[in-house]
């Protein structure tokens, strides 16, 4: 669902490169908002999975209409293309920062409909705001005829947004799938990281735009690396590498959309091809990154069983309280949903673990061994996101004139 | 100008070398060691179950059969009592319902000789013992364990 909607957004901002300096900005942003609305409503009544892809794809091809029409749009609106610019990007870095963590709240507080629900109003305002917006706003587009000049650029953004994938989707599917944490306090976790991308801001007017573009690179690698390497299930080492995580985005992603954008190509024009590379970078690494953990899950999942069954066959316990643990358990595991760990706890807690102690300790220990084979399920796909971002910076630092030109 | 950059670069610079210091922690909190417990290889010595009493003896003594009976099938003992758990007839990998009945079996006679020459049983019981695991149901041989276990425990 997640791929259907970013590569709705990649396919419809990359055709609209072509029409986009054909149609009024104010126009394009108002379809957009439109369809975004219809489709967010749709979202929220969906009664079937294919039927709530296929409302995706529409909002995507939404988002990538209002995300092409809303950047000359501000332009205009702040009185300067750079001021407009400025607003675009931070938006746009805060916003994919801010989604996860606020889904998160959202789904428990509600239900995973509110997430679309709450959308609908959001575009019906921009809607409402656009519709009012002065006649006059609109930019004129540029001269050149080419975006090659923004290339560089924009393939470091598309990597740097691949490398995203690990931090937004496998971050929240570690923390809330395998570890257990309820949405809310899953969204306490990840919210780690809108927070440090706004708090490095003032970071990262104090540096220059390569320094900012490359030492915001390295810090995406290295918080992934330090997520790849989380030993264990623990909320504060999974917050700490998504807060450089995060500050390193909000040190990057800014310098790099502006130096992907270039007024001079059209500013609706060259907006919309960013747009589309991100998306695309996104998609191309959740393409890569579910093969790979559709592997390595499954594998992880068996040596897991394995070992749970080592921890349960050696434990100090009784054979009258092992056996009927050991039983419970398999019917947990059978019970559990696909890529779901079960209720692990319950077993020993219903054959007295509360007075057991050491029945406890072979609980907590079977809990932490399954954890943690599981969590190093995750360390190939965390690692694979950390490379784009180093490939990122080493585009970076080998096209750097090219790149800020 | 200069000294807002020099600023801002040890800030960056300050930055990276704590996300450093805390893939260093995560390496210290045994990140690149392999969980435990680790996945016994087939025919892998262990040390016995250590507990106590009738049950502890007959824990050992099943612990230590089924060890026997993986190695004899060439799996291990936990992929083992996995598959006795499947519902679908006690299979082990390619082998079939008598081929680990006898594994079993020959693993829990091992074990009982093993458990006599311990000490664990005594000399005039361990042919009984033997007989038992030779000719009773494993079904059955189980669930007495268990009842054995429980009621002398």
């Known amino acids: 669902m997640v791929t259907a909607y970013n590569a709705a957004v990649a396919v419809t901002a990359l055709l609209l490169i072509a029409l986009v300096h054909r149609v009024g900005a104010r126009t394009i942003l108002g379809a957009g908002l439109l369809v975004f609305f219809l489709a967010s409503l749709a979202c929220s009544l969906a009664g079937s999975l294919p039927f709530l892809i296929a409302a995706r794809c529409v909002q995507g091809a939404g988002a990538a209409l209002l995300l092409a029409g809303s950047l000359p749009v501000l332009g205009a609106l702040t009185g300067s293309v750079p001021r407009g610019a400025a607003v675009w990007t931070l938006a746009g870095t805060f916003g994919i920062a801010l989604g996860p963590a606020l889904g998160g709240v959202l789904t428990q507080v509600f239900d995973w409909r509110a997430i679309f629900a709450a959308q609908a109003p959001v575009a019906a305002l921009g809607l409402v705001a656009a519709l009012a917006a002065p006649r006059s706003v609109a930019l004129e587009e540029g001269w050149r005829s080419s975006l090659t000049r923004t290339w560089p650029a924009n393939v470091c953004l598309g990597l740097l947004f691949g490398a995203l994938v690990g931090v937004l989707f496998l971050a929240v599917l570690l923390v809330i799938t395998v570890w257990g944490y309820s949405p809310i306090a899953g969204a306490g976790i990840v919210s780690v990281l809108p927070v440090a991308t706004l708090a490095s801001r003032p970071l990262g007017r104090r540096l220059s735009g390569l320094t900012a573009i490359c030492g915001g690179a390295a810090l995406v690698a290295a918080g992934l690396v330090a997520l790849a390497l989380l030993p264990s299930p623990s909320a504060w080492l999974a917050a700490a590498a998504l807060a450089f995580c995060g500050v390193g985005l909000g040190l990057a992603v800014p310098t790099l959309s502006g130096a992907a954008l270039d007024p001079d190509a059209g500013l609706a024009r060259s907006g919309t091809f960013t747009v589309g590379v991100r998306h695309l970078g996104l998609v191309l690494a959740l393409a890569s990154i579910a093969p790979l953990l559709a592997t390595e899950l499954p594998t992880a999942g068996r040596q897991a069983k394995l070992r749970a069954a080592t921890v349960l066959l050696d434990a100090p316990v009784g054979l009258s309280t092992k056996v009927p643990v050991a039983l419970d358990l398999a019917g947990e595991f059978e019970r559990a949903r696909a890529g779901e760990i079960p209720d692990l706890a319950k077993p020993f807690d219903d054959h007295g673990a509360g007075s057991d102690p050491n029945l406890a300790a072979t609980r907590d220990t079977l809990v932490r061994t399954i954890e943690e084979t599981i969590t190093r399920a995750f360390r190939p796909a965390f690692l694979f996101s950390s490379a784009l971002a180093a490939l990122a910076l080493a585009v970076a630092l080998f096209a750097r004139r090219r790149v800020l030109e | ?153």
């Open chain 2, 1 to 153: 100008m200069t000294t807002r950059l020099t600023f801002g670069a040890a800030v960056l610079l300050m930055l990276l070398a704590a996300v450093s210091a805390l893939v260093g922690v995560e390496l210290g909190k045994g990140a690149a060691r392999s969980v435990s417990p680790p996945l016994a290889k087939p025919c892998q010595a262990r040390a016995p179950f250590t507990g106590g009493g009738i049950d502890g003896l007959i824990q050992r003594i099943v612990l230590d059969g089924l060890d026997g009976a993986a190695c004899r099938l060439g799996t291990t003992r936990e992929e083992l009592v996995l598959s006795l758990r499947s519902g679908t007839g006690i299979r082990a990998g390619h082998a079939d319902q008598t081929t680990v009945e006898a594994a079993i079996r020959a693993g829990l006679v091992r074990s009982v000789d093993e458990a006599e020459r311990r000490g664990d049983i005594p000399s005039f019981l361990a042919p009984a013992v033997r007989r038992l695991v030779e000719t009773v149901p494993l079904a059955k041989l189980i669930q007495g364990g268990i009842s054995l276990g429980g009621l002398l425990r």
